[in-house]
């Protein structure tokens, strides 16, 4: 029995160091992947790049690590780590590039990614915000449109939560980022051609 018993306190201490790697990658990554996306609301492309690089590392080290133990694959920390990630690096193609990586591209399992698909949302209306701001109101309604191509991704996700947990929230929550935004920029859009009217008008004086 001692021997049977130092056998699973032998595991159950391995399991034990597993867990505390995988909570101190995860939130690495999480914190990473952050610094991320606020590097790129400051316009501060080589933080940013190097913030990404530094998580996708962590992310491999990640997998590698739940590859050994499967039983923390699915855990609520792993899939926040693997969708924080996706988020920032989506932001940084969608912002740089107006392009939507896959999942199988990014290396991310389907449901961090619609998560992150979703959530990425919002900064591309914080993004969007920033342009009218900067009377950039050509690349606002590149996002805007961005932001659209989303919406309508991700209504093709009919499932209920047993399958796709939270999707129907996100889906609403898109739903109203949109028309948030669209409605931010249109309101800004008349007043650009209110004032070159104005312009117009004073100059033919």
């Not at 101190?24 to 990473?32: F, G, P, Q, V, Y």
């Not at 929230?169 to 800004?188: C, I, M, P």
Request: hydrophobic content about 40%; aromatic content about 4%; overall charge neutral.
């Amino acid at each position: 029995m001692k021997e049977s018993i130092e056998r699973m306190r032998q595991y159950f201490d391995a399991q034990e160091q597993l867990r505390e790697r995988v909570l101190k990658l995860s939130r690495e990554i999480i914190r990473a992947s952050a610094r991320a996306i606020a590097a790129m609301h400051r316009g501060d492309v080589g933080s940013a790049n190097e913030f990404l690089a530094n998580a996708h590392g962590l992310l491999s080290q990640l997998n590698e690590v739940v590859k050994v133990e499967l039983t923390f694959a699915e855990s609520g920390l792993v899939q926040t780590a693997r969708q924080e990630y996706c988020e920032a690096v989506l932001v940084k193609s969608l912002t740089s590039e107006r392009k939507i990586p896959s999942p199988e591209e990014l290396g991310i399992p389907y449901k961090p990614y619609l998560a992150a698909l979703a959530d990425t949302t919002g900064e591309l209306r914080r993004h969007v915000l920033d342009l009218i701001r900067a009377d950039k109101l050509t690349q606002a309604e590149g996002m805007l449109k961005s932001i659209e191509e989303i919406f309508e991704a991700l209504m093709e996700f009919d499932y209920p939560d047993a399958i796709l947990p939270g999707m129907r929230h996100r889906q609403d929550r898109v739903r109203r980022v949109l028309e948030q935004t669209r409605g931010d920029l249109t309101l800004a859009l008349r007043q650009q051609r209110l004032e070159r009217a104005l312009q117009r008008g004073e100059a033919s004086e």
